[in-house]
């Protein structure tokens, strides 16, 4: 049996979007009709990935400008906020559209929109939250969020409501209790785990998904989020091998 | 001839619900996972991504016996538990002579802290990123009181626990009787279950009496000793053997060591004032021998797949409310014969 090898090295920048939004890098399409990949008579075609680099603006929840990923209340307000009223986070990949975390005395902020990207670890999520809560009161007071010795999101006096299920997850929420409003120290500690980027393609493979009782069979390959840093100042310069 | 079809598997496809998701139930039936006539399947596992908040030392689902009967039977292994007497006293040691205390670890639904919890009794939640000092902070701010600290010397070589250091009144032994032996071992201190008399059972560290030299525990600590992999229990019929309980067949599929990679890193917003925790992480697994570790399957056909994580005693892992994923490759090999 002989079979011959072809390596493709792409890049989005040499890729055009596969409909949808025209920025969004995510979903491309190369052109490799210059390439001649053709199976003669009597040989097969099969594919493989072998590395891929991506970067850290990936974002790790989907955009959802719809629904909010956090609904939560604050003990405390400053008028024109109200103490006890929604405030509610939308994760979206655009960065320019970020909320103002910052209070105002003439405009109430309860609606942020923040980019919620690889580089968001449990540290910075709820320092997300306590900015958000900050931005509620005219002086600033003592984070109204912390994160236990085990873990676990503690705090007093907030309380979380229709979260996004993957933003459960990360808080620890057990969406499955009927307690849908916590007020102290949750139950399961809080975890950035993020699960593998699913490589998807128009190649008619056979692999197996297990969504959909196994119906999916594009899937590429799968890959592990590690981020590595690409240089020494620990920025938004860091990629996953 | 072999032809090969990877599963991408996600625990957030669970069929059923179970117990801190350590369980993938997984329906495949779309998939048709099946050998023809005169093919055989084998499966190996490609990858895996775990979550930080995987238990250690496994789940506590069992209630103690000693906390409130002095009941001093090894504790079950469902339970993961840690005891220790407090306090100085002259003679013989017996169980009146000292103040008992017990430490539970992963017991989330509270099985043993109940509604009206044991004042000799707290529960500490200890997952990959859990360190020694961590949990040795949890029981002093339990205790109310520093009682414990960590002896590592100038160049952090000797690795050992005592009490506080010039505090002559603090004296402490570990029971090895009714203490879990992973976490005895982890702890540095003597395990077991042979004990010709009281003294043999006892690990002490600190000041036996005011005058007396400060004694450590014999060997040193290593937290990751009390578990250092996760085992995938499957519903896949191949032979595999694990060497818990005298030895048993159980159907393994793999082994994946509880190493971390540090998987984010970032910005940080300077309003936050949060305690440095270290960065997030995560276990993510490469098998590099992979088409060395395909195991022979009995099935023909598999339409559903059930997965759990599970210690090296067969004591099921929590993972809390996130979910994890893993590939596995079958191969379809076909008979010569």
């Not at chain 1, 929604?86 to 902020?109: H, L, M, P, Q």
């Not at chain 1, 503690?154 to 916590?182: C, E, H, P, Y």
């Amino acid at each position: 049996m002989s079979q011959n090898t072809i390596r493709l090295h792409l890049n989005t920048k040499d890729a055009s979007p596969n409909g949808g939004d025209v920025n969004n890098n995510a979903d491309v399409v190369f052109d490799l009709r210059k390439v001649g990949i053709e199976a003669s008579p009597g040989k097969l075609l099969t594919v493989s990935l072998i590395k891929a680099t991506l970067p850290t603006t990936l974002t790790a929840l989907a955009n959802d400008y719809e629904n909010p990923a956090i609904v939560f209340q604050s003990p405390n307000a400053t008028a024109p906020n109200v103490a006890g009223e929604d405030i509610k986070i939308y994760c979206v990949g655009d960065k320019s559209s970020s909320g103002n975390f910052t209070y105002s005395a003439t405009e109430k902020r309860n609606v942020y929109y923040a980019m919620y990207d690889y580089s968001i670890g449990n540290q910075q999520l709820v320092g997300m939250l306590n900015e958000v809560v900050q931005a509620q009161l005219s002086t600033p007071a003592t984070d109204l969020f912390d994160i236990g010795l085990d873990g676990r999101l503690g705090g007093a006096g907030f309380g979380f409501k229709n979260l996004n299920n993957n933003m459960s997850k990360r808080l620890g929420i057990d969406v499955q209790s009927s307690d849908a409003i916590q007020f102290t120290s949750l139950k399961y500690p809080m975890t950035a785990y993020q699960e593998p980027i699913i490589v998807t393609t128009n190649l008619n493979l056979n692999s197996v998904g297990s969504r959909d009782k196994g119906s999916q069979s594009n899937i590429l390959s799968s890959i592990p989020i590690n981020m590595e840093v690409t240089n020494s100042s620990f920025s938004q310069t860091a990629v996953i091998p | 001839m072999s032809v090969t079809r990877r599963v991408y598997l996600s625990s957030s496809d669970n069929q059923s619900v179970s117990t801190q998701n350590s369980v993938m139930d997984i329906n495949l039936a779309a998939a048709d996972l099946s050998s023809k006539p005169n093919e055989m399947m084998s499966v190996s596992l490609v990858r895996a991504s775990i979550p930080d908040t995987i238990t250690t030392p496994g789940l506590t689902t069992t209630r103690s016996r000693g906390v409130l009967n002095f009941d001093t039977r090894k504790p079950e292994d469902t339970l993961q538990i840690l005891a220790f007497g407090l306090g100085q006293y002259i003679g013989d040691w017996s169980e009146t002579q000292q103040t008992i205390y017990y430490v539970t670890f992963n017991d989330f639904d509270n099985v043993n802290l109940g509604a009206f919890p044991p004042n000799n009794l707290t529960n500490y939640n200890w997952t990959a990123n859990t360190t020694l000092l961590d949990i040795i902070t949890h029981i002093n701010n339990f205790l109310g009181m520093d009682i414990f600290e960590l002896v590592n010397g100038e160049d952090g070589e000797i690795r050992r626990i005592s009490t506080i250091e010039g505090v002559t009144s603090l004296y402490v032994n570990f029971l090895a009787d009714r203490s879990s032996d992973h976490i005895l071992k982890a702890f540095g201190c003597k395990s077991g279950t042979d004990f010709p008399s009281a003294a043999d059972m006892l690990t002490p560290v600190g000041y036996s009496s005011a005058t007396a030299t400060q004694v450590t525990t014999p060997f040193q600590y290593n937290l990751p000793s009390a578990n250092m992999n996760v085992f995938l229990r499957t519903n896949l019929g191949f032979d595999s053997f694990i060497s818990y309980d005298d030895g048993q067949n159980a159907n393994i599929l793999a082994s994946i060591p509880l190493v971390q990679s540090n998987s984010v890193t970032g910005t940080h917003l300077q309003s936050s004032d949060l305690p440095t925790i270290g960065v997030s992480s995560q276990i993510n697994y490469v098998n590099f021998a992979l088409s060395g570790s395909h195991k022979p399957i009995t099935q023909d056909r598999i339409a559903n797949i059930e997965i759990e994580l599970v210690d090296k005693r067969g004591v099921p892992m929590g993972l809390g409310v996130a979910d994890w994923d893993c590939v596995l490759e079958f191969k379809f090999v076909t008979s010569l014969g």
